[in-house]
């Protein structure tokens, strides 16, 4: 069971973070995407990877979940950010990664594995570059280097990601189920009232449209890290399903080719998400790749 805990004041912001398992174990931070929240982690999933021996960390990233909302920050001009003007832009992955940082400092933690999934993935490479000292190991999920000839969405995945704003609590939970059945493994597909259940848990939790809107210009841009990822020195595996609508797969072999060292595990029929038939596969990297450090 998760534990809640008060948020912590990092870079002028509060971040919300929850902990499950033995605070004896090793620490293992979890990092979501754009839009997301902690609760995005099934709650199963994370109990396993906690009984197999970690102390999981969950994070609302900024601007997203109970952590500090940055709507005096504006409305990012999304169109004017693709044209190559970046004036707009909210904040840096340097800056979520730094709010990661500050996290782990603040719990006392000297080394975590980081473990990230889409814009989380992204923030964890991001954290290996800037933070190394607090790093065991890395895990990259469904996620790419920031090169943007790799992990290009399909136009049918990026346009359901960024449809504009639910009006009501009704129309964001049908587009979040549309939305994540959109992207999600077609070899595992989740059930319409599951889709329905996590759009709606969210939605209650928060809705933050203008805090995704903010997320998706850091991500838009960012950087190439390929090459400070040359210099990665931590275990590190990277996770990605062939069949990725949102982050194609190139964009996971890219990373995995950037680290030196790094192992690469794909799946077939696998989506952006993270379907419970593959559970014991992907526990089983994230231990194994930890277990390197």
């Known amino acids: 069971m998760l534990c809640a805990v ?49 102390y999981l960390i969950l994070m609302d990233n900024r601007d997203a979940g109970l952590s500090t909302s940055l709507d005096d920050l504006g409305v990012p001009d999304l169109p004017a950010i ?18 990661a940082a500050g996290l782990l400092k603040a719990l006392g933690v000297a080394r975590a594995h ?35 000839s790799v992990g290009r969405p399909t136009p049918e995945a990026a346009a359901a990601i960024t ?25 595992y597909p989740a059930s319409e009232p599951e889709l329905r259940r996590r759009a709606a848990a969210k939605y209650d939790r928060s809705f933050r449209p ?26 590190t595996v990277v996770i990605h399903g062939e069949a990725d609508p949102l982050v194609d797969v190139s964009g996971g072999r890219a990373t995995a080719g950037a680290v030196p060292g790094a192992s690469l595990v794909t799946f077939p029929g696998m989506g952006h998400d993270l379907p419970r038939a593959l559970w014991p596969q992907l526990i089983g990297a994230i231990v194994g790749n930890a277990a390197r450090a």
């Open 6 to 54: 008060p948020s912590v004041r990092v870079n002028a912001l509060d971040i919300h973070y929850e902990t499950l398992g033995d605070p004896a174990d090793p620490p293992m931070l979890l990092i979501m995407g754009i839009g997301a929240q902690l609760i995005d982690w099934p709650d199963e999933f994370c109990q396993q990877l906690a009984d197999r021996g970690f």
């Open 82 to 99: 693709l044209g190559g003007d970046p004036s707009t832009v909210a904040y840096s992955f340097a800056d979520m990664a730094a709010d």
């Open 114 to 148: 980081i473990v990230g999934a889409s814009m989380g993935g992204m923030i964890a490479q991001q954290f290996v570059i800037d933070h190394p000292d607090l790093t065991a190991s890395l895990c990259s999920i469904m996620s790419t280097t920031g090169d943007r």
């Open 163 to 187: 449809r504009p704003a639910a009006r009501t609590r009704e129309e964001a939970i049908a587009a979040g189920a549309a939305a994540s059945r959109m992207i999600g493994s077609p070899a």
């Open 210 to 235: 203008a805090g995704s809107a903010r997320q998706l210009s850091a991500l838009l841009a960012s950087a190439d890290r390929t090459a400070p990822l040359h210099e990665v020195t931590a275990p």
